[in-house]
């Protein structure tokens, strides 16, 4: 009976009587709706309390219509002028995609570099830090007289932004790795290019996708600040104009655009992270789970 039992396990691939450990079957569609539908209901319930508010406020008319607009003119900006608007989201979008993908590429080149050179790390570190401090508000005027007033600032600025957060997460995924498997990867006899693209890279991922989870946000602010400066296209001008007209539908339809391009842009990296990264224990939802 104990043999049939155990060859029965074996051959499903369930584990065998392990201590602490529990056995999961893999939900099927409706477990997955319901588990969903109980992550999204909180915040969906948040927002559509602060919109009840938002409205309750414009109809009791407790504050000036230009200074708070009611979301029916708020509709009717976002329904009434979409070609306007449009051209504008896509002109920010462009400078957010292009900034933060430059601000991955070389700050994923920057973390290996720093991690493999002591030397470099010590150097470039101060700078990183010292970049990031200073407020990119203060040196995009700077930055328009040295590239002039088209895309070009707008795009350095949101790679500045951008950048530290991919650096400082890839360092830390790179020094995460278990010295214990370098030490078995040498012993093997693994290269350093070896070592690198099977070990060290994929287990600064998990690190990784966390910190551009991060700078896909700021890229967008750092795009926007970027067109508050001698622009002519893009949200931030359309939020910088409106501001100067007392125009507050155009320029709460304009937030609430940059504000849908920045959760957009943040669920695209999260689902690229489901996709890339299965095996993490942070994506890890069926098989064996600890149960103490």
């Not at 009587?17 to 079957?25: E, F, I, L, T, Y």
């Not at 720093?114 to 970049?131: G, H």
């Not at 949101?158 to 957060?165: D, K, M, R, S, Y």
């Not at 007392?246 to 959760?263: C, K, N, Q, W, Y």
Request: glycine share 8%; charged share 15%; proline share 7%.
């Amino acid at each position: 009976m104990s043999q049939s039992v155990a060859g029965q396990s074996a051959a499903t691939g369930a584990p065998r009587d392990v201590p602490g450990v529990a056995r999961r079957d893999r939900p099927g569609g409706a477990e997955r709706a319901a588990r969903a539908a109980e992550r999204t209901w909180r915040p969906a319930a948040l927002l559509l309390a602060c919109f009840a508010a938002w409205w309750a406020v414009a109809a009791a008319e407790l504050v000036e219509p230009y200074l708070v607009p009611s979301p029916g003119a708020t509709l009717d900006v976002l329904t009434g002028r979409p070609g306007y608007l449009w051209q504008h989201t896509w002109v920010t979008t462009y400078e957010t995609l292009l900034g933060f993908g430059i601000a991955v590429a070389v700050g994923v080149l920057a973390a290996v570099i720093m991690v493999y050179s002591a030397t470099v790390e010590k150097t470039l570190y101060p700078i990183l830090l010292f970049a990031q401090v200073v407020p990119k508000i203060a040196v995009a005027p700077l930055f328009v007289v040295w590239l002039g007033f088209g895309t070009a600032p707008k795009i350095l600025i949101a790679v500045l932004i951008a950048f530290f957060p991919v650096v400082i997460s890839m360092v830390t995924g790179l020094r995460s790795v278990d010295p214990e498997m370098l030490d078995l990867a040498a012993t093997m006899g693994a290269g350093p290019w070896q070592t690198f693209t099977r070990i060290r890279f994929p287990a600064s991922l998990p690190h990784l996708f966390a910190g551009l989870k991060v700078a896909v946000t700021l890229a967008v602010t750092g795009a926007v600040v970027g067109e508050f400066v001698g622009a002519d296209e893009g949200l931030g001008y359309v939020i910088f104009q409106a501001n100067g007209n007392l125009d507050t539908p155009v320029l709460f339809a304009a937030l609430l655009v940059m504000s849908l391009i920045g959760v957009v842009l943040f669920v695209l990296v999260e689902l690229a992270e489901k996709l890339l990264l299965p095996w993490h224990a942070s994506r890890r939802d069926t098989g064996a789970t600890t149960a103490y």
